[in-house]
């Protein structure tokens, strides 16, 4: 699994840190994305399929 | 125009879109709307002022159009589906916000937004929220019976806490929070509601003013920061600003007050979260209430920028566009058995704040000061109940931005 992120969508919901807060981060200036584990590992993979399915903004691309 | 283009006569007979809730299920969406739904996940309803915009009730629907780029938030529009008067009369009046303004113009302005409300800064918040909310309710238990719960937790914590992200005196609290109310009230006239706007812009207009010449650690000096910088002028600062404080009242304040009559309607699932020792499982069960409840009852409104087939249905450019959020959160494809209460229930989904990049922007917060909340009263007050019959609540009415009930008279 890997992770993808458009910080051009991004709108700084804070969704997918809720989801998967060891994948996902908030830049401390303006909230945009930050990954912190591009390649997840199998355990967390549920929870970053659902903080991909929860951005408001469509930001977050899984490539399985 | 629209009736016209759909062959939709002004009296024609359609869905209500503002119809009371089933007074038997006051926390439910109207059933009429839930009817709807089961017909179509988007069909033409009427508005109060006669129109006919398209809603859209289905969950995968909203999600759909509130993400998509032929939809505009632009309200400065002829045909655009105002929520109220108020709202119909101060659109062409008011700069560019995080509301109204679509693409680039939206990016830039929310960007000069976020920083404050990030996940990581409201989970710093948490001890903080966690020690007003145990002072407001050792202050209620201190007091007389009943207490209105609305007085004593609900509105004085989220105004606590937004007042001290902003930089705004709490001390001036009596001031803001009722006009704050009032801007979003149904039951006050146009001029009140005006009259009000106009007080809290001096305010904040003054206080923007004072950060400027000595700025602080909190919004409106970052604001002030950027009117200094050229980012931007006075009345968007006040705007933005305004924004903020308002939508930090109401909108966590109802929550807290019809999640405590919601659970006070359920013991079985209210005894269950008191029981609740993690802080993942009742961050759950707040996802769920938020489903439940769906405070923003009028929806998110759009207006079409282009023609397009959605659904099933011919959208033309102009045509007024609603996801009645109560509705898609309500959508049993989404949330099976929709009308059962069940905390554990994975809810996170749901579209409580909105969807799309106008999202609210003050959502981590709100969860925040939720699950202190929830977590904390109900073990702390393990007999709180109501002090009168459900019956007599005050539900806000169906034209309210905020479903909520004005006063919750608790005993212990």
Not at chain 1, 12 to 32: H, K, L, S, T
Not at chain 2, 61 to 69: F, G, K, M, V, Y
Not at chain 2, 118 to 131: D, F, G, K, S, V
Not at chain 2, 347 to 356: E, I, M, T
Request: hydrophobic share 45%; aromatic share 6%; with cysteine.
């Amino acid at each position: 699994m890997k992770v993808v992120v458009d910080e051009e969508k991004c709108v700084a919901a804070g969704q997918c840190v809720n989801a998967a807060m060891d994948v996902f981060d908030q830049r401390d200036e303006d909230g945009i994305v930050v990954v912190l584990d591009e390649h997840p590992p199998a355990e967390l993979a549920d929870d970053v399929r659902n903080a991909a399915a929860i951005c408001p903004a469509l930001a977050i691309r899984i490539e399985e | 125009m629209a009736e016209a283009e759909t062959g939709l006569a002004p009296d024609e007979q359609v869905y209500f879109y503002q119809d009371d809730r089933d007074a038997e299920c006051p926390f439910a969406p109207p059933p009429g709307l839930r009817a709807l739904h089961d017909k179509a996940p988007v069909s033409r309803a009427r508005i109060w002022d006669g129109s006919t915009p398209w809603l859209v009730t289905g969950h995968a629907a909203q999600r759909a159009i509130l993400s998509d780029p032929r939809v505009s938030s632009n309200d400065k529009q002829a045909g655009f589906p105002y929520p109220n008067h108020v709202m119909a009369e101060g659109a062409p009046h008011h700069p560019l916000t995080i509301f109204n303004a679509d693409g680039a113009d939206h990016t830039r302005i929310r960007r000069m937004m976020t920083r404050p409300f990030t996940r990581p800064r409201m989970e710093a918040l948490r001890p903080q929220i966690q020690q007003f909310t145990d002072e407001l309710i050792d202050q209620m238990l201190a007091g007389p019976k009943p207490a209105d719960l609305v007085t004593a937790v609900s509105l004085p914590l989220p105004s606590l806490m937004i007042c001290a992200l902003l930089g705004v005196p709490y001390a001036d609290h009596d001031f803001f929070q009722e006009h704050a109310q009032w801007a979003t009230r149904s039951d006050k006239t146009v001029e009140q509601q005006n009259a009000a706007n106009a007080a809290l812009g001096g305010y904040l207009a003054n206080l923007l003013q004072k950060k400027m010449e000595e700025p602080a650690e909190d919004v409106l000096s970052d604001f002030a920061a950027r009117i200094k910088d050229g980012d931007l002028n006075l009345p968007e600062a006040v705007m933005l600003s305004m924004i903020l404080l308002i939508a930090g009242h109401e909108t966590s304040s109802s929550m807290i007050t019809l999640g405590t009559a919601l659970l006070l309607d359920n013991p079985g699932q209210l005894a269950n979260l008191r029981e609740i020792d993690d802080t993942k499982a009742v961050a759950n069960a707040v996802e769920e209430i938020l489903r439940y409840l769906t405070v923003p009852q009028l929806g998110q409104r759009r207006i079409a920028a282009e023609d397009f087939e959605f659904e099933g249905v011919e959208i033309k450019a102009g045509d007024g566009i609603i996801a009645a959020l109560p509705a898609g959160n309500w959508d049993p494809e989404a949330f099976p058995d929709p009308e059962k209460l069940d905390l554990t229930r994975k809810a996170s989904h749901h579209v409580a704040f909105g969807w799309g990049i106008h999202q609210c922007l003050g959502q981590q917060l709100a969860r925040i000061e939720l699950q202190v909340v929830y977590g904390t009263l109900y073990r702390r007050v393990p007999t709180l109940r109501l002090a009168v019959d459900r019956d007599e609540l005050d539900f806000r009415p169906a034209d309210a931005l905020a479903f909520g009930i004005s006063e919750l008279p608790v005993t212990w």
